[in-house]
């Protein structure tokens, strides 16, 4: 399900209904329901993958809460490796193989590694870092574990974010879902206009420039050096519409429900350096690649070889997770 169609608005407005006029104790079930069929809309099968990696993170919060010593760690690393493996498999593994053959072929080897004919899960890049994010903050002391399953299964299926974002971390997120939350029309309000805001940039704004750089991309040879800038031009606000405004739809679907999402874009084209934009853009992203694994690394604080060197792993990893491609 995509959030520029109608069926979406006819889900969001029976969800919405249905949240407010139950009782706040069954609230909770209603949305892991809503959020399961939003997801299984697209592929039910895969509905699988994420519960297996959800019964993963669960128990391995609650076992790195429990344990002492190296043993918290090891808990850590099974829930990174099988978030990661998850991610490797669907997403890497048939381009890690086409990679590989070409290298042999370069040197006329056949490469026998069978490709594996597969769909990548959506949103599979984003709740994989949402769940890292997990772990990784109980493993620190900062995030008490979630005892509750069915509340820990929703923090990663939250079906507003759960395609595309913004990706939470469990201290902004997890006692939302315990909170009793009332009607209110100023939460409401407030939210109708996001989404509104983000229909317009995306149906509008994104939706309407596509037509003109999809025309010239896909006929490139056929375009002069003035309609490839153009094209240029109107891609970098095609890019910024089309996904600000999906954050915009998902951080308002939620607020109508009287839960807040953390602001994943804002205002990036008023930055005033290089620096000053990616922190605007993709908020959620880039604090996340920020606080665990720029940080971890020693950050800027070891020099400037080291400093250098974090960076180019940090975009390295950035665009890998961007898109499986030497290009990314």
Same mark, same amino acid.
Request: a positive charge; aromatic letters at 20%.
């Given at each position: 399900? !995509?959030? #520029?169609?109608?069926?979406? !608005?006819?889900?969001?407005?029976?969800?919405?209904?249905?949240?407010?006029?139950?009782?706040?104790?069954?609230?909770?079930?209603?949305?892991?329901? /809503?959020?399961?069929?939003? +997801?299984?809309?697209?592929?039910?099968?895969?509905?699988?993958?994420?519960?297996?990696?959800? &019964?993963? =993170?669960? +128990?391995?919060?609650?076992?790195?809460?429990?344990?002492?010593?190296?043993?918290?760690?090891?808990?850590?690393?099974?829930?990174?490796?099988?978030?990661?493996?998850?991610?490797?498999?669907?997403?890497? +593994?048939?381009?890690?193989?086409?990679?590989?053959?070409?290298?042999?072929?370069?040197?006329?080897?056949?490469?026998?590694?069978?490709?594996?004919?597969?769909?990548?899960?959506? *949103?599979?890049?984003?709740?994989?870092?949402?769940?890292?994010?997990?772990?990784?903050?109980? +493993?620190?002391?900062?995030?008490?574990?979630? #005892?509750?399953? *069915?509340?820990?299964?929703?923090?990663?299926?939250?079906?507003?974010?759960?395609? =595309?974002?913004?990706?939470?971390?469990?201290?902004?997120?997890?006692?939302?879902?315990?909170?009793?939350?009332?009607?209110?029309?100023?939460?409401? /309000?407030?939210? &109708?206009?996001?989404?509104?805001?983000?229909?317009?940039?995306?149906?509008?704004?994104?939706?309407?420039?596509?037509?003109?750089? =999809?025309?010239?991309?896909?006929?490139?040879?056929?375009?002069?050096?003035?309609?490839?800038?153009? /094209?240029?031009?109107?891609?970098?606000?095609?890019?910024? &519409?089309?996904?600000?405004?999906?954050?915009?739809?998902?951080?308002?679907?939620?607020?109508?429900?009287?839960?807040?999402?953390?602001?994943?874009?804002?205002?990036?084209?008023?930055?005033?350096?290089?620096?000053?934009?990616?922190?605007?853009?993709?908020?959620?992203?880039?604090?996340?690649?920020?606080?665990?694994?720029?940080?971890?690394?020693?950050?800027?604080?070891?020099?400037?070889?080291?400093?250098?060197?974090?960076?180019?792993?940090?975009?390295? !990893?950035?665009?890998?997770?961007?898109? /499986?491609?030497?290009?990314?």
């Amino acid at each position: 399900m !995509v959030f #520029n169609s109608l069926i979406f !608005v006819v889900f969001f407005v029976i969800v919405t209904t249905l949240y407010y006029s139950l009782p706040h104790k069954f609230r909770w079930a209603l949305l892991l329901l /809503a959020s399961s069929i939003f +997801y299984m809309y697209f592929l039910p099968i895969y509905i699988l993958i994420l519960g297996f990696t959800i &019964c993963i =993170d669960y +128990y391995a919060g609650i076992f790195i809460a429990r344990s002492t010593g190296k043993s918290r760690k090891r808990w850590l690393i099974l829930s990174i490796i099988a978030n990661v493996g998850v991610l490797a498999i669907f997403k890497y +593994y048939n381009f890690l193989n086409d990679s590989l053959t070409s290298f042999l072929g370069f040197f006329n080897y056949y490469n026998s590694i069978p490709f594996l004919q597969i769909l990548l899960p959506v *949103g599979l890049s984003f709740h994989t870092f949402q769940a890292m994010s997990y772990t990784i903050e109980v +493993y620190r002391g900062n995030q008490e574990p979630e #005892n509750h399953f *069915g509340i820990y299964a929703l923090y990663v299926m939250f079906y507003p974010q759960l395609v =595309d974002g913004p990706i939470e971390r469990p201290q902004n997120i997890l006692h939302q879902f315990h909170e009793k939350k009332k009607f209110d029309y100023n939460h409401v /309000a407030e939210g &109708c206009k996001l989404i509104l805001w983000g229909f317009i940039k995306k149906l509008v704004v994104a939706d309407r420039l596509a037509i003109y750089t =999809d025309a010239v991309y896909g006929n490139y040879e056929q375009h002069s050096g003035i309609s490839m800038m153009i /094209a240029s031009f109107f891609f970098i606000f095609q890019i910024y &519409c089309d996904f600000s405004g999906y954050s915009d739809i998902a951080i308002g679907s939620a607020r109508v429900m009287g839960i807040h999402l953390m602001t994943n874009f804002r205002r990036p084209f008023f930055a005033k350096s290089i620096q000053e934009v990616w922190q605007r853009w993709h908020i959620s992203l880039t604090t996340w690649f920020r606080d665990y694994l720029y940080f971890p690394l020693g950050g800027s604080r070891k020099g400037k070889l080291v400093l250098l060197r974090n960076m180019l792993i940090v975009f390295a !990893v950035s665009g890998l997770w961007h898109g /499986a491609g030497w290009t990314f």
